[in-house]
């Protein structure tokens, strides 16, 4: 997926340059900023892929899985600082000094191709996204998905996509009343469209940074698979996301007094292999034997070691 936007947007700045170059278009510039910009997004995307993928070692137990989210929120900060900065100071520069632009028809067929070509990679992510996210609106499944790169592709191009209609409306507008200034407001209004979408993936990337914990779902599930013959309760679960497809989890466990430490080591085995087979993006899960799990008591202590 994002090898095929990374290809589309490479194409689409290079013919966006030279429309602004030919035509004078305060909007097509912005454009071409816009998709180079977001080919360099997809780089970064990649790179933090590969890095996340690196096994754990002893610098780092936990793995690298939360550089992919690093990087997520460094295209966050490159789409606000110069995707929406370029694109509303070269609105405000073709505002205050607006000039008329030259054989718009150039103009025209660069963003008519540029959006067919936006709207393949739009539909691939759409179509990632729409299989990810079950049974969930459209909202919650985007604030709550830990898949950062779709959600990232989803976004910018979409925002792409809104801002090729928008630069086609400026010049048509500024063709029809004959004032080259709305070619400059169109360049602003996209810059604000990519500073909310900046702000959005900000937002969302920071969580990720933080620690977010994994869907309710998961944690009934890990609940599920760790009550059974021996265990009297369990307690509180603790789930964290380092990328994806990677989740640490840790429960409390009361387990019957009668059992002997070998009971115990064998149901603690038996748990964490069922979990690791039903949920593969448990890649650790820590079973720890707790009195009074399962009580108001048992859950209140936590997971404290």
């Known amino acids: 997926m994002l090898i095929l936007a990374l290809g589309a947007n490479l194409g689409i700045a290079i013919a966006k340059f030279v429309a602004a170059g030919i035509t004078g278009s305060s909007a097509m510039l912005t454009e071409g900023v816009h998709s180079l910009v977001d080919s360099s997004n997809q780089l970064l995307l ?14 780092h137990p936990g793995g690298y899985g939360r550089e992919l989210y690093f990087w997520s929120f460094v295209v966050a900060l490159l789409v606000f600082a110069l995707g929406a900065g370029i694109s509303v100071y070269e609105g405000i520069h073709h505002v205050l000094k607006p000039e008329p632009a030259v054989s718009p ?3 025209y067929g660069v963003l008519g191709v540029a959006f067919v070509l936006e709207g393949g990679s739009t539909l691939a992510a759409f179509r990632e996204f729409d299989r990810a996210r079950g049974k969930k609106n459209w909202w919650h499944a985007l604030v709550s998905t830990k898949d950062a790169t779709t959600v990232i592709v989803l976004l910018e191009n979409g925002a792409a996509m809104a801002g090729l209609l928008l630069a086609a409306a ?38 990720l940074l933080i620690g977010e914990a994994a869907d309710p779902e998961l944690e ?16 509180e679960i603790m789930t964290l996301h380092n990328a994806p497809e990677q989740i640490v989890a840790a429960v409390n466990v009361d387990f019957d007094n009668g059992l002997s430490a ?4 064998r149901i603690v085995d038996e748990i964490e292999r069922a979990l690791q087979s039903e949920f593969p993006a448990i890649y650790r899960i820590y079973v720890r034997p707790h009195e009074h799990a399962g009580s108001k008591f048992g859950t209140d202590r936590g997971l404290a070691p």
């Open 46 to 59: 990649m790179y933090g892929q590969k890095r996340a993928a690196k096994p754990a070692d002893a610098t």
């Open 105 to 107: 028809l150039i103009a």
């Open 170 to 207: 400026g010049l048509a507008l500024s063709q029809v009343t004959g004032d080259a200034r709305f070619d400059g407001m169109a360049s602003i209004v996209i810059g604000l469209l990519l500073a909310a979408v900046a702000i959005f993936l900000a937002r969302e990337a920071k969580g």
């Open 262 to 265: 070998a009971d115990v080591e």
């Open 220 to 235: 009934a599930g890990i609940r599920r698979v760790a009550s059974r013959e021996g265990v009297r309760g369990v307690g």
